[in-house]
Every structure is written in C-alpha cells, then in structure tokens.
C-alpha cells in the first residue's frame, strides 16, 4: 500500500515538473520558398509565396532567391501581410534585379513605428514573387543569405548570412558571385532588446536542471516521511 502511494506521488512529481522544461522550449524559425507542383508552360506567369514560421517581434527582413534565368525570370516582388500585421508601416527594399541575369534577385522589407508598437509574431508571408516562364522546367529556385532583424536591427532566429554555392550544375539554381547585401536601415523608436537567438538551448537546460531538483527533492521528502512511518 505504501509503495503504490510512493509511486502514485512520484508520477505526480514527474507531470508537474514536465511543462516547466516544455514551456522554455523555443520552436525552430524558417523561412521557406513555396514550391509550385506543377511544370509551367512558356510565356506563362505564376507567383511563388516566401513564408515565415515562428519568429518573434520582426521589424525587417532579406533574402536572396537564386534560380535558372534560361527557365524563369522574376517580373514582381511585392511585400506579403505579414510584416504590417501590427500596424507598423511596412516599406520594401528592391528588388535589386542587377544580378536577374545571372539567376540572383535580392528583396527585403522593413519597418517603422512607435516603440510600442511591436513586430508580428507567429507565422505569414514576408513577400509574394511573380514569375515568367521562359522555357519549360522544374522549378528549383532556392532561399539563401536570410535576414531577419528585430528591435535595434538585431538578427533574429532564422538567419542564415551564408553566400550562396558559388558553382552551379545544369540541375541546379545557377547563382552569382554575390556581394553584401544592402543593410535595412533600423526601425525608428525602437528600444533595443536583449539578444535571444541563441538562449533557447541554455534555457531548455537550466529548466532541465530545475525539473531534476524537484523530482529529487520530492523523493527525498517521500523517504523520509516512509522512515518516519516505519519507525
């Protein structure tokens, strides 16, 4: 009897503790090219969405879209809802199409707005992209050198300033030697915050840690009420 009691309270012990770990627990930011599951034909346009999925307060973001300019060329970028959804006035950065030629177009968007005004959070599209077929292909065109910037400019979770391969084959995106991407100026009235990028795995392990002492501490308890019992 005593020992299904232990163990009823250990069980208990172990439920409680587990949403302090999963609470702290930071799900991965990505920003995707939607892909088309189609061949389209020539001389026909068609408009690929790039998606953003779990960030938190963004204010300004940037991406290169490499792609095959024998296939596709981009004719439009317009910025998507997502950016604006608080009510911060969203304002576009390009496309710089100097490099289109060459199957490397640069886009990105900022924002601006009152200090309390924050930036949007959870998921949405940053930016639609219409495209013009030029001859009849796969669609295989890739995200590379994400930014994304919160308050102060700082990076987000989900950048990725890596350059893209520097050769192409024949059944790949064909890209250009790439120079620095245009920096968004920085949102106005905006405090700076501290940098979170990086936390969610320390967080995760100190709540670890805690959940531990309290199983522990629970058991210790546990025993010492049995001793007392017996004696």
């Given at each position: ?54 960030t938190k307060d963004l204010l300004g973001f940037q991406f290169d879209v490499n792609f095959d300019p024998a296939a596709f060329a981009v004719d439009s970028i317009e910025l998507g809802p997502f950016l604006s959804s608080t009510g911060r006035s ?142």
């Amino acid at each position: 009897m005593r020992l299904s009691r232990f163990l009823l309270l250990l069980a208990l012990l172990i439920v409680l503790a587990l949403p302090a770990t999963g609470a702290l627990a930071q799900e991965t930011t990505v920003v995707t090219l939607q892909p088309v599951a189609f061949v389209p034909v020539e001389g026909e346009t068609f408009t690929t969405d790039v998606t953003v999925e779990n960030t938190k307060d963004l204010l300004g973001f940037q991406f290169d879209v490499n792609f095959d300019p024998a296939a596709f060329a981009v004719d439009s970028i317009e910025l998507g809802p997502f950016l604006s959804s608080t009510g911060r006035s969203a304002q576009p950065l390009g496309p710089d199409l100097r490099s289109a030629e060459e199957g490397r177009v640069v886009y990105g968007g900022f924002t601006m707005g009152a200090a309390e005004q924050a930036g949007p959070e959870g998921s949405g599209v940053l930016a639609t992209i219409t495209w013009r077929v030029i001859q009849p292909a796969d669609f295989t065109a890739t995200l590379s050198r994400v930014q994304l910037a919160g308050p102060g400019g700082q990076a987000l979770p989900g950048s990725d300033t890596s350059p893209p391969p520097a050769a192409a084959t024949a059944a790949s995106a064909p890209t250009a030697t790439v120079e620095q991407p245009t920096v968004a100026p920085a949102p106005t009235s905006v405090p700076e915050q501290p940098e979170s990028g990086g936390s969610g795995a320390v967080a995760v392990g100190v709540a670890s840690l805690v959940a531990l002492l309290i199983i522990g501490g629970g058991l210790y308890a546990l025993y010492r009420i049995s001793q007392k019992q017996r004696g």
